[in-house]
Every structure is written in structure tokens, then in C-alpha cells.
């Protein structure tokens, strides 16, 4: 996995970690328009850097469209990636 | 109905080799008091649950318990 690659799904990441946090926040707290703006904002981005990674990279999920062949199969798999933290 | 991706939730770094805190983890995960017993508990609560902000956050968070963790430390177990 070359280094755009790998932060573009780093990115990912992040903004759906956000969305799983508003999401459960805003469970219990279906009128706070702030947290709800936030939440709208994280998914619209997350729409977008979806779409273009899979764009580029093949699906994420097996419901996804895929270049021949099919690509779900290709590596790296999510546990074999070596995150670099610097 | 869950749906796969192929991503973490969060990427975490493992730079020392620690059997211990690892044995510790699985055990956090899959052990008696565990993420993965609690995460089925949630999921079956919430039929039972009153409300629909309950309903809710017990789906959620059952789905949430039972994503696997542990996936870069694996790697630095010995066999």
C-alpha cells in the first residue's frame, strides 16, 4: 500500500470514527441541532472520500462495484496494513 | 444486518512485544465479563427496550462490541 493510499484510508477512518461518535450521541440527544450540524458535515465528507478512494482503490465493502477482476479480494486486508505514525 | 468494510474503526500502534497486557486484551474482548458477551447482550436488550432512543443506542453499541480488536497485535505474538 503506497503512502496516498494510506492516508487516504487513515482519513476515512477518522471521519467515521467522528460519525460513530455523533451518531450515538445524538441517539440520546435527537435535538441538538450543533451536534447534529457536525454529524451532517462528517457524513457529507465521508460520502465524498468514500466514493474517491473506491474510485481508486477498489470497493470496501462486497456490495461494491469493482474493475475486473474482482477486487474485494485484493490485499492489503485492514489487520496486514502497516500504519505508519509519524 | 451487518456489513463488512475493509477498514479499523482505529489504527493502533503496537511497539513492544507484551504477552501479558496481550493475554489481558483478549481476555477485555472475548473473556466472561467481555466486550463480545456484552455486545450479544445489547443485541438481544434491545427488543425489550421502550424506547426508540434505547432501541437505538443498544443496537449501536452491541454492533460496536463486536468489532474484533487485537489486529496489529497479533502480528506481534510469538507463535
Known sequence: MDRDQMNMIVELMEVSFVLVET?????????????????????TQYVQLEEMYQARYGPLKNTGMSRYPWAYIDEPWPWEINFNFN | MWIYEKKLQYPVRVD??????????????????????AG??????????????????????GTEECVPTGYQLKKKLPR
Open chain 2, 16 to 37: 513492544t512485544t507484551n504477552p501479558t497486557l496481550a493475554a489481558m486484551i483478549i481476555e477485555q474482548f472475548g473473556g466472561a465479563d467481555g466486550e463480545l458477551s
Open chain 1, 23 to 43: 451518531a450515538l450521541y445524538l441517539n440520546t440527544h435527537p435535538n441538538d441541532e450543533r451536534a447534529l450540524r457536525l454529524h451532517n458535515n462528517a457524513s
Open chain 2, 40 to 61: 450479544l447482550r445489547y443485541l438481544t436488550q434491545r427488543y425489550t427496550m421502550p424506547t426508540s432512543q434505547g432501541k437505538a443506542t443498544l443496537t449501536d453499541i
